[in-house]
Nanobody, 116 residues
Framework: QVQLVESGGGLVQAGGSLRLSCAATGSILRINTMGWYRQGSGKQRELVAAITSVRSTNYADSVKGRFTISRDNAKNTVYLQMNTLKPEDTAVYYC??????????WGKGTLVTVSS
């Protein structure tokens, strides 16, 4: 059973920074993609950033240059460093673990609120 546990959300002023972490536990296959999605109020869930097990990355255009995704394969942990936060970044952020051609696993989410 795979479980994902996020941490690091909170309230920050516009222009500030936060770092999210997500630890995956259970039987984790070595080749995978881990990522962060977010869902704002009344909006659909969207991809923020993803990183493969060989550290190839992908970012949403709206966060390029401000957010950085990284991972520690030994710890099965993925991080999202968020800088220059904007009110429009306010959302619940969800961690995702994806196996190519296989299952997706989700964390319960962590709330990020950016005040103007």
């Amino acid at each position: 059973q795979v479980q994902l546990v996020e941490s690091g959300g909170g309230l920050v002023q516009a222009g500030g920074s936060l770092r999210l972490s997500c630890a995956a536990t259970g039987s984790i296959l070595r080749i995978n993609t881990m990522g962060w999605y977010r869902q704002g109020s009344g909006k659909q869930r969207e991809l923020v950033a993803a990183i493969t097990s060989v550290r190839s990355t992908n970012y949403a255009d709206s966060v390029k240059g401000r957010f950085t995704i990284s991972r520690d394969n030994a710890k099965n942990t993925v991080y999202l460093q968020m800088n220059t936060l904007k009110p429009e970044d306010t959302a619940v952020y969800y961690c995702n673990l994806h196996y190519f051609g296989g299952n997706d696993y989700w964390g319960k989410g962590t709330l990020v609120t950016v005040s103007s």
